[in-house]
């Protein structure tokens, strides 16, 4: 519900706020006192393409906000919201849009900035704008089978039906993927195969390069290691006097030193470790001496390993990071994966079997479930029918027709159905278009082919009536619903706005008394000019300034004497308490 409207240098509104409740709120004001304005603004504000020119002349940028209470049962728009992570809070959310006259603007749901797009599909949970241009959820046939299905208690059973098509949709998908891929997969197995065979005949280890590139170095450069070595011996232990043969010596005489004085002990401790240390050096460096092997064969066969191992690397290994080259890590890693998939695809045609079973069952339960629903929505489709085309009747259409078309998946418009299979989309095996004959001998036509849009807001009122109950939607703005009406059509018409009033929230601009004394709040849009400029200003009207609207609706003369008397006799007649709201600005 709309609680707080608020509209700034928007077209001649310089400064206005108001606040409403719910029922029935009408407003009236003499031709061209601005009453499109305030519907253009509210249009604006849940998302009409925006035009700069709408910017009060002057200034920089128009802008719009509300205040707008929740219905937890609106599911439509929380599951919105939720998808978006947007929180209402204390029941509420708060709507800001702007427009620059550079054509930039914002839009904010509760401080989170969205599209047009965005902002159109949440306010379309909430509102329900129709006049002349604005029919939008009437004329999209995609809502009509959200209607007749509200209408005819089917929405968990359309819902359900949604799902499980989805489900089935899912299946014949990935039927259709494994086919496609059936020699793919074959290919895809024999490549892999291959590698899983090429990597497991070489037989990696891990850091097995990095071996191998040492002792590739130590063979490729023998004759210098060995001449080193050989040095390294000689001065340790070979030659004389040797490291090993002086270390000994010291030993001995530092030995009998420490004997007379006590303080080279420590001394002496040293050095034999020394010696011990030269010991075991001498020992280690003549067994490695003593195994060296100059071996051109062993060096060719490390190279050629080395060889084998870089090209599996290359085709197969991936570094653990960039900049690094693969290892034999890397390797090993690619045949575990491959081999998973080797594994994966060969349960292909296993897996296939079990998902043409899935497809047939879920047809068959598709089928089933479509039956049910056009069944049942052929039902409902009568009933629907018959009711608008009766609340149209008092309406002022008495002529009218009104149909809930059924057309059959797959037919063509104005075609007889044909016997072949069932065809069934999302949400069942027909489509839902409301159809309607304005006038005696005409055939049901579409409802984009009405021309008044008077018309079409009697339809929605129709409509509106039968769904009072079932609709989410919480606010309905209508605008020119009194184009070409009078009489007992106007009453039949303030009649219905009453009814679906106490269960929504409803905005009616008219021109008619007859619509305007049944308002819950009333309130008159005017011009005026204030320091040379013209602005257009909304007031909420007390007893008597209602009495006077009322009767200048009826006379053109807000003061006559008879006009007085009619007015007090339709706001005794058809009048209520008039609600509470606040104005402020202008």
């Known amino acids: 519900m709309l609680e707080e409207l608020s509209v700034r240098n928007y077209a001649l509104i310089e400064n206005l706020t108001l606040s409403f409740e719910n ?15 305030i519907v253009g603004s509210l249009s604006f504000l849940l998302g009409a393409k925006a035009d700069p020119e709408v910017i009060r002349t002057g200034s920089e940028e128009a802008a719009v906000s509300a205040v707008i ?27 800001r849009r702007n427009i620059k006259t550079s054509g930039r603007g914002s839009i904010f749901i509760q401080n989170v900035p969205l599209t047009r797009t965005d902002l159109a599909d949440c306010m379309a949970c909430l509102f329900d704008l129709h006049g002349q241009h604005a029919h939008e959820s009437l004329l999209r046939k995609e809502t009509h089978r959200r209607y007749l299905d509200r209408f005819a208690g089917l929405e968990e059973e359309a819902a359900e039906f949604n799902r499980v098509f989805l489900e089935l949709a899912d299946s014949k998908k990935a039927m259709e993927t494994s086919l496609h891929h059936e020699r793919d997969r074959e290919a895809r197995i024999e490549i892999l195969q291959y590698a899983v065979d090429e990597i497991n005949r070489a037989d990696p280890q891990k850091g097995e390069s990095r071996e191998l590139e040492a002792e590739a170095v130590r063979l490729s450069d023998f004759e210098k290691l060995a001449g080193q070595v050989n040095g390294a011996a000689a001065s340790l232990f070979d030659a004389e006097p040797s490291v090993l043969s002086l270390a000994r010596r010291a030993r001995s005489a530092l030995e009998g030193a420490a004997a007379i004085d006590g303080e080279l002990t420590a001394l002496h401790k040293r050095l034999e470790d020394l010696y011990y240390e030269a010991e075991d050096l001498s020992e280690e460096l003549r067994s490695y001496r003593n195994g060296l092997r100059d071996d051109p064969g062993r060096l060719e066969e490390v190279e050629e390993r080395l060889a084998l191992l870089y090209r599996l690397k290359k085709k197969y290994g991936s570094p653990a990071s960039p900049g690094e080259s693969a290892d034999e890590e890397s390797l090993l890693r690619y045949r575990e994966e491959a081999e998973k998939e080797i594994e994966t695809l060969s349960r292909a045609e296993e897996n296939r079997e079990k998902l043409k079973a899935e497809i047939s069952s879920r047809e068959r339960d598709v089928a089933l479930r479509a039956a049910s629903l056009s069944g049942k929505r052929k039902a409902g489709a009568l009933k629907l029918g018959e009711k608008i085309t009766g609340i149209l009747m008092s309406l002022g259409m008495p002529q009218a027709r009104f149909s809930a078309g059924l057309r059959p998946k797959g037919q063509v418009p104005g075609q007889a159905p044909g016997s072949g299979n069932l065809t069934c989309g999302p949400w069942g095996a027909e489509d839902v278009e ?48 009194d184009t070409g009406i009078g009489g007992e059509v106007a009453l039949s018409v303030g009649e219905y706005l009453a009814k679906i009033g106490k269960l929504k929230q409803i905005f009616c601009i008219t021109h008619l008394a007859s619509i305007a004394v049944r308002a819950d709040n009333h309130l008159r849009v005017e011009k005026k000019t204030l320091a040379g400029r013209t602005i257009t200003t909304v007031s909420v009207l007390n007893t008597q300034e209602r009495r006077e609207e009322i009767a200048r609706m009826l006379a053109g003369d807000s003061a006559a004497h008879a006009a007085l008397a009619h007015a007090d006799e339709l706001l005794a007649k058809y009048g209520k308490p008039k609600a509470v709201s606040k104005l402020t600005g202008a």
């Open 23 to 37: 029922g029935l709120n009408i407003l009236t004001g003499e031709t061209g006192a601005g009453k499109s304005i």
């Open 69 to 95: 209470s929740v219905d937890e049962k609106n599911q439509d728009l929380l599951t919105w919201l939720k998808e978006r992570e947007i929180e209402i809070e204390d029941g509420k959310l708060i709507v």
């Open 434 to 481: 409301f159809l309607i004959s304005a006038n005696a001998g005409e055939p049901l036509k579409d409802l984009s082919r009405i021309a008044s849009g008077g018309e079409l807001s009697r339809v929605m009122l129709a409509i509106k009536t039968v769904l009072a109950d079932a609709d989410t939607i919480e606010t309905l703005v209508f605008d020119e619903i």
